[in-house]
């Protein structure tokens, strides 16, 4: 069984820079594609970025685009999300999961992963 813990997360002022990691147990993220996902209050959970195994092409959502790297260290079994300039709109829960299948794209649609983590949230203030 696979398990991933986010880390990281806090509260800063809009403009800073957080950095989320993604530590995974259980079974390897090599072959994998990985996520991020947000769920802000009241809200339903998002895709924000996603990254492919491999050549670790990846994939930003509008809102993360310009703002946010996702990056992943095989080798310390971890996946990351460098998030800067950040806007009080990024307040949410974050989750890092992991695809269902092997060898594949990163994509935005939840279905596609398997594995979760609990969540690190994040709040930005004004």
């Known amino acids: 069984q696979v398990e991933l813990v986010e880390s990281g997360g806090g509260s800063v002022q809009a403009g800073g820079s957080l950095r989320l990691s993604c530590a995974a147990s259980?079974?390897?993220?090599?072959?994998?594609?990985m996520g991020w996902f947000r769920q802000a209050p009241g809200k339903e959970r998002e895709f924000v970025a996603g990254?492919?195994?491999?050549?670790?092409?990846?994939l930003y959502s509008n809102s993360a685009e310009g703002r946010f790297t996702i990056s992943r260290d095989n080798a310390k079994n971890t996946l990351y999300l460098q998030m800067n300039s950040l806007r009080p709109e990024d307040t949410a829960e974050y989750y890092c999961?992991?695809?269902?299948?092997?060898?594949?794209?990163?994509?935005?649609?939840?279905?596609?992963?398997?594995?979760w983590g609990q969540g690190t949230l994040v709040t930005v203030s004004s």
């Open positions: 999961a992991r695809a269902r299948f092997p060898s594949g794209l990163a994509t935005a649609r939840e279905i596609d992963y398997q594995y």
């Open positions: 259980g079974g390897s993220i090599s072959r994998y594609a």
């Open positions: 990254i492919k195994w491999g050549d670790g092409r990846s």
